[in-house]
Protein backbone atom coordinates (compact mmCIF):
# COMPACT_ATOMS: atom_id res chain seq x y z
CA UNK A 1 0.00 0.00 0.00
CA UNK A 2 1.37 3.50 -1.34
CA UNK A 3 2.30 5.35 2.31
CA UNK A 4 2.03 8.78 1.14
CA UNK A 5 -0.60 9.32 -1.21
CA UNK A 6 -0.95 12.47 -3.65
CA UNK A 7 -4.38 12.64 -5.74
CA UNK A 8 -4.10 15.80 -7.92
CA UNK A 9 -1.28 15.00 -10.39
CA UNK A 10 -1.57 18.85 -11.97
CA UNK A 11 -3.53 22.26 -10.74
CA UNK A 12 -3.96 25.42 -12.17
CA UNK A 13 -4.19 28.39 -9.47
CA UNK A 14 -4.53 31.96 -10.43
CA UNK A 15 -1.27 34.47 -9.42
CA UNK A 16 -2.53 35.86 -6.01
CA UNK A 17 -5.17 33.53 -5.10
CA UNK A 18 -4.64 30.52 -2.09
CA UNK A 19 -4.22 27.06 -3.24
CA UNK A 20 -4.66 23.74 -1.74
CA UNK A 21 -2.23 20.84 -2.41
CA UNK A 22 -3.85 17.50 -0.46
CA UNK A 23 -1.40 14.31 1.27
CA UNK A 24 -2.34 11.40 2.46
CA UNK A 25 -0.50 9.33 4.65
CA UNK A 26 -0.46 5.52 6.05
CA UNK A 27 1.56 4.51 9.64
CA UNK A 28 0.95 2.56 12.64
CA UNK A 29 4.23 4.17 13.99
CA UNK A 30 2.24 7.08 16.61
CA UNK A 31 5.69 8.95 16.25
CA UNK A 32 6.65 10.61 12.45
CA UNK A 33 7.41 13.87 10.63
CA UNK A 34 5.55 15.19 7.47
CA UNK A 35 7.59 17.47 5.31
CA UNK A 36 6.66 19.27 1.78
CA UNK A 37 9.85 19.97 -0.47
CA UNK A 38 9.00 22.21 -3.40
CA UNK A 39 11.03 20.79 -6.67
CA UNK A 40 11.15 23.81 -9.61
CA UNK A 41 11.96 22.89 -13.16
CA UNK A 42 15.64 23.36 -12.63
CA UNK A 43 15.64 20.31 -11.02
CA UNK A 44 16.68 21.12 -6.66
CA UNK A 45 14.72 19.63 -3.73
CA UNK A 46 13.53 22.91 -1.51
CA UNK A 47 12.57 21.85 1.76
CA UNK A 48 9.19 24.22 2.28
CA UNK A 49 7.77 23.18 5.92
CA UNK A 50 7.70 20.41 8.93
CA UNK A 51 5.33 19.03 11.13
CA UNK A 52 6.05 16.48 13.86
CA UNK A 53 2.93 14.11 14.60
CA UNK A 54 2.81 15.55 18.06
CA UNK A 55 2.65 19.11 17.06
CA UNK A 56 -0.47 20.96 18.42
CA UNK A 57 -0.74 23.83 15.82
CA UNK A 58 -0.53 23.58 12.59
CA UNK A 59 3.04 24.98 11.14
CA UNK A 60 3.41 27.97 8.84
CA UNK A 61 6.48 28.96 7.35
CA UNK A 62 6.01 32.38 5.43
CA UNK A 63 3.28 32.10 3.04
CA UNK A 64 2.87 28.07 3.60
CA UNK A 65 1.32 26.30 6.10
CA UNK A 66 -0.18 22.76 7.02
CA UNK A 67 -3.66 21.57 7.38
CA UNK A 68 -2.83 18.99 9.77
CA UNK A 69 -5.54 16.40 10.33
CA UNK A 70 -4.10 13.38 12.54
CA UNK A 71 -7.48 11.74 13.20
CA UNK A 72 -7.76 11.44 8.71
CA UNK A 73 -4.19 11.04 8.23
CA UNK A 74 -3.70 13.83 6.03
CA UNK A 75 -1.50 16.98 5.48
CA UNK A 76 -2.50 19.58 3.20
CA UNK A 77 0.35 22.36 2.19
CA UNK A 78 -1.97 25.71 1.61
CA UNK A 79 -0.29 28.39 -0.32
CA UNK A 80 -1.53 32.03 0.08
CA UNK A 81 -1.33 34.43 -2.54
CA UNK A 82 0.37 32.27 -5.16
CA UNK A 83 3.06 33.89 -7.17
CA UNK A 84 4.24 33.08 -10.37
CA UNK A 85 7.81 31.51 -8.83
CA UNK A 86 5.28 29.10 -7.19
CA UNK A 87 4.95 26.85 -10.25
CA UNK A 88 6.99 23.58 -9.50
CA UNK A 89 6.48 20.05 -8.50
CA UNK A 90 5.17 19.65 -4.79
CA UNK A 91 5.95 16.57 -2.79
CA UNK A 92 4.61 15.42 0.43
CA UNK A 93 7.07 12.77 2.55
CA UNK A 94 7.09 11.01 5.72
CA UNK A 95 9.79 9.96 8.22
CA UNK A 96 8.75 7.52 10.51
CA UNK A 97 10.84 6.98 13.64
CA UNK A 98 11.10 2.97 13.76
CA UNK A 99 10.86 2.10 10.17
CA UNK A 100 13.90 -0.24 9.95
CA UNK A 101 14.91 1.35 6.85
CA UNK A 102 16.95 4.17 8.51
CA UNK A 103 14.40 6.34 8.99
CA UNK A 104 14.28 7.23 5.47
CA UNK A 105 11.83 9.77 3.86
CA UNK A 106 8.90 8.23 2.20
CA UNK A 107 7.57 10.52 -0.63
CA UNK A 108 4.45 10.68 -2.54
CA UNK A 109 3.51 11.22 -6.64
CA UNK A 110 4.02 14.82 -6.64
CA UNK A 111 1.58 17.07 -7.58
CA UNK A 112 2.55 19.58 -10.60
CA UNK A 113 1.34 23.37 -9.88
CA UNK A 114 0.91 25.98 -12.39
CA UNK A 115 0.11 29.68 -11.17
CA UNK A 116 -1.67 31.58 -14.05
CA UNK A 117 -0.64 35.43 -14.40
CA UNK B 1 26.76 28.97 3.19
CA UNK B 2 25.14 25.68 4.67
CA UNK B 3 24.99 22.93 1.97
CA UNK B 4 24.92 19.85 0.19
CA UNK B 5 27.07 19.65 -2.84
CA UNK B 6 26.85 17.17 -5.71
CA UNK B 7 29.50 16.55 -8.57
CA UNK B 8 29.11 16.51 -11.34
CA UNK B 9 25.74 17.57 -11.86
CA UNK B 10 25.52 16.22 -15.86
CA UNK B 11 26.97 13.00 -16.92
CA UNK B 12 26.61 11.04 -20.04
CA UNK B 13 28.23 7.67 -19.92
CA UNK B 14 28.27 4.37 -21.47
CA UNK B 15 27.66 0.64 -20.09
CA UNK B 16 30.28 -0.93 -18.15
CA UNK B 17 31.78 2.58 -17.77
CA UNK B 18 32.74 2.71 -13.50
CA UNK B 19 31.79 6.13 -12.26
CA UNK B 20 31.05 8.09 -9.07
CA UNK B 21 29.23 11.07 -7.96
CA UNK B 22 30.98 12.88 -4.88
CA UNK B 23 28.47 14.36 -2.55
CA UNK B 24 29.44 16.35 0.59
CA UNK B 25 28.14 18.58 3.30
CA UNK B 26 29.36 20.76 5.37
CA UNK B 27 26.64 20.89 8.67
CA UNK B 28 28.54 18.37 10.42
CA UNK B 29 25.41 16.03 9.53
CA UNK B 30 25.48 12.74 11.02
CA UNK B 31 23.36 11.08 8.88
CA UNK B 32 23.57 11.18 4.67
CA UNK B 33 21.71 9.19 1.86
CA UNK B 34 21.26 8.68 -1.71
CA UNK B 35 18.11 8.85 -3.31
CA UNK B 36 16.92 8.40 -7.53
CA UNK B 37 14.09 10.19 -9.12
CA UNK B 38 12.51 7.98 -12.51
CA UNK B 39 9.18 9.47 -13.79
CA UNK B 40 5.93 7.56 -12.48
CA UNK B 41 8.41 5.97 -9.56
CA UNK B 42 9.00 8.88 -7.90
CA UNK B 43 12.24 9.03 -5.67
CA UNK B 44 13.38 6.08 -4.01
CA UNK B 45 16.48 5.67 -1.28
CA UNK B 46 19.35 3.58 -2.55
CA UNK B 47 21.70 3.94 0.35
CA UNK B 48 21.78 5.72 3.19
CA UNK B 49 24.34 6.40 6.63
CA UNK B 50 23.80 7.24 9.70
CA UNK B 51 27.41 8.06 10.45
CA UNK B 52 30.80 7.30 9.79
CA UNK B 53 31.48 3.33 8.34
CA UNK B 54 27.87 3.02 8.80
CA UNK B 55 26.28 2.30 5.66
CA UNK B 56 23.09 0.14 4.83
CA UNK B 57 21.05 -0.78 2.15
CA UNK B 58 17.78 1.25 1.46
CA UNK B 59 14.71 0.33 -1.30
CA UNK B 60 16.89 0.32 -4.26
CA UNK B 61 20.79 -0.83 -3.85
CA UNK B 62 21.05 -3.18 -6.75
CA UNK B 63 24.17 -2.18 -9.14
CA UNK B 64 25.41 1.08 -6.27
CA UNK B 65 27.57 0.98 -4.20
CA UNK B 66 28.92 3.83 -1.16
CA UNK B 67 31.38 4.36 1.21
CA UNK B 68 31.69 7.11 4.40
CA UNK B 69 35.02 7.17 5.51
CA UNK B 70 34.82 11.25 6.44
CA UNK B 71 31.54 13.07 8.31
CA UNK B 72 31.22 15.06 5.39
CA UNK B 73 31.65 12.77 2.13
CA UNK B 74 29.34 9.77 1.15
CA UNK B 75 30.26 9.52 -2.67
CA UNK B 76 27.78 6.96 -4.76
CA UNK B 77 29.90 4.80 -6.93
CA UNK B 78 28.48 2.73 -9.91
CA UNK B 79 30.90 -0.09 -10.58
CA UNK B 80 28.96 -0.65 -14.16
CA UNK B 81 26.68 1.46 -15.48
CA UNK B 82 23.75 0.06 -17.06
CA UNK B 83 20.71 2.25 -18.83
CA UNK B 84 18.37 1.53 -16.41
CA UNK B 85 20.56 3.22 -14.23
CA UNK B 86 20.01 6.37 -16.10
CA UNK B 87 18.05 9.17 -13.44
CA UNK B 88 18.01 11.96 -11.68
CA UNK B 89 20.50 11.08 -8.21
CA UNK B 90 19.90 12.95 -5.63
CA UNK B 91 22.31 13.38 -2.18
CA UNK B 92 20.89 14.23 1.12
CA UNK B 93 21.77 14.97 4.79
CA UNK B 94 20.07 15.55 8.17
CA UNK B 95 21.49 16.23 11.90
CA UNK B 96 20.41 12.48 12.69
CA UNK B 97 18.12 10.08 11.65
CA UNK B 98 15.01 11.35 13.89
CA UNK B 99 11.55 11.50 12.52
CA UNK B 100 11.65 15.37 12.89
CA UNK B 101 15.50 15.87 11.30
CA UNK B 102 14.49 17.71 7.79
CA UNK B 103 16.45 15.69 5.07
CA UNK B 104 18.23 18.80 2.92
CA UNK B 105 19.03 18.08 -0.82
CA UNK B 106 21.76 18.27 -2.92
CA UNK B 107 21.26 19.83 -6.52
CA UNK B 108 21.03 16.85 -7.95
CA UNK B 109 22.73 14.77 -10.81
CA UNK B 110 21.36 14.15 -13.89
CA UNK B 111 22.76 10.80 -15.53
CA UNK B 112 22.50 8.90 -18.66
CA UNK B 113 23.70 5.34 -19.29
CA UNK B 114 23.99 4.80 -22.88
Known amino acids: AQKITQTQPGMFVQEKEAVTLDCTYD???????LFWYKQPSSGEMIFLIYQGSYDQQNATEGRYSLNFQKARKSANLVISASQLGDSAMYFCAMREADNNAGNMLTFGGGTRLMVKP | EAQVTQNPRYLITVTGKKLTVTCSQN?????MSWYRQDPGLGLRQIYY???????DKGDVPEGYKVSRKEKRNFPLILESPSPNQTSLYFCASSPTSSRADTQYFGPGTRLTVL
Open chain 1, 27 to 33: TSDPSYG
Open chain 2, 49 to 55: SMNVEVT
Open chain 2, 27 to 31: MNHEY
